[in-house]
């Protein structure tokens, strides 16, 4: 065996390589933690679509009260869960290529420390600093995104109100005062 045999079979047999290859895996686990998170919010946002469909449609059938304040506050819901759903969407793409940074970093760290020198040890380095620049884009975009739900609840929270009014109104009727 060579010597420079013996030092690649060293370097590669080395504990360096997978302690080095530690940090990036742990952000790789908080990557997918994020984007499983993320896909739940996404499919409510589907279910909540899909409930607004089915009163759309009994809307439309004319089997629900008050369609004209219904279809005003669906507009305004739907729009809300549109941009969520592109918010989300941007957030998984901005998930996904800082998981794609985060395995590049990690397996550059490998390469670097059983091929590489110091010369070279900044690009693992710059990896991951670009997979953390994807993670923090995705976590602002999510932030933006909660914001577009809170507005949801409210809205919904609105709609009920009008609705319980409209109720009391119909089981109640004001009474005209004696005079």
């Known amino acids: 065996m060579t010597l420079p045999d013996k030092e690649i079979l060293e370097a590669l047999s080395s504990s360096r390589i997978l302690t080095s290859m530690i940090t990036p895996a742990v952000l790789i686990s908080a990557c997918g933690t994020l984007i499983f998170s993320t896909s739940a919010r996404l499919g409510r946002i589907f279910d909540r679509v899909n409930v607004m469909k089915g ?13 004209e304040k219904r279809m005003e506050h669906l507009r305004g819901q739907i729009e809300l869960q549109r941009r969520r759903a592109t918010l989300i969407q941007k957030a998984m793409v901005s998930l996904y290529s800082a998981t794609l940074c985060f395995v590049a970093a990690s ?3 490998a390469v670097n420390v059983a091929y590489g020198s110091n010369a070279t040890a900044w690009i693992p380095t710059l990896i991951a600093l670009t997979g953390g620049l994807f993670l923090f884009a995705a976590s602002s975009l999510l932030l933006y995104e909660s914001r577009f739900n809170l507005r949801f609840v409210y809205r919904s929270i609105d709609f009920i109100e009008f609705l319980e009014s409209k109720a009391v109104e119909k089981n109640c009727p004001t009474q005209v005062p004696k005079t």
Do not use: D, M
């Open 55 to 67: 009163e759309v449609e009994a809307i439309v059938t004319g089997s629900i009260s008050h369609p």
């Open 107 to 109: 397996l550059a760290i």
